[in-house]
């Protein structure tokens, strides 16, 4: 083992480098009293120095000032939650109920309501429905090659003022 390896295994290596490092400080005097100094300087930063008294008063204080508070769980929040599980249940299978069927599709397109029993069914056209979605894709295509065509604009006029000040002139 090396001199400059001693102290690092010792302190930060496996049991099998620490054993190692304790049987070169027993052979090498250099590395035994430097083991040495390190022990008394681990023991005197382990012990903390006594407060004065100023710092006990402050310690105090603080100790005093800032007394431990626990809040107790709050009585409510189960009642709200079992209200707005409630709420939802409503809107969901009650509200369809008591307010109708909606008889317009997005895009402003009427569907046919087909009534089989006491159930409303609704019959929407999926090709309508992947056309407004392809339509709205190319928009969004379109949106952000110029929102890129900007940002590159942006860059190049940001690149432009960087080199001018650098240079200070034209």
Not at 18 to 46: D, N
Not at 63 to 69: K, L, R, T
Request: glycine letters at 4%; aromatic letters at 8%; hydrophobic letters at 45%.
């Amino acid at each position: 083992m090396k001199c400059e390896d001693f102290l690092p295994d010792l302190e930060t290596g496996s049991l099998w480098r620490k054993m190692r490092a304790r049987r070169h400080a027993a052979r090498c005097p250099r590395c035994a009293s430097v083991y040495a100094a390190f022990q008394t300087v681990k023991i005197r930063l382990a012990t903390p120095e006594p407060l004065s008294r100023s710092a006990r008063k402050i310690w105090n204080k603080a100790a005093i000032d800032a007394p431990v508070q626990f809040q107790r769980p709050v009585r409510w929040a189960p009642a709200v939650a079992c209200l707005a599980a409630a709420a939802c249940l409503f809107i969901v299978f009650i509200g369809p109920a008591v307010w109708g069927p909606n008889e317009e599709i997005g895009g402003g397109r009427t569907a046919d309501n087909v009534a089989t029993s006491s159930i409303s069914v609704t019959e929407v056209d999926p090709i309508g429905e992947f056309s407004d979605l392809a339509d709205a894709a190319l928009r969004l295509d379109d949106e952000l090659n110029s929102l890129q065509a900007l940002a590159q604009r942006r860059e190049a006029g940001r690149e432009v003022l960087l080199a001018l000040n650098r240079y200070q002139t034209w």
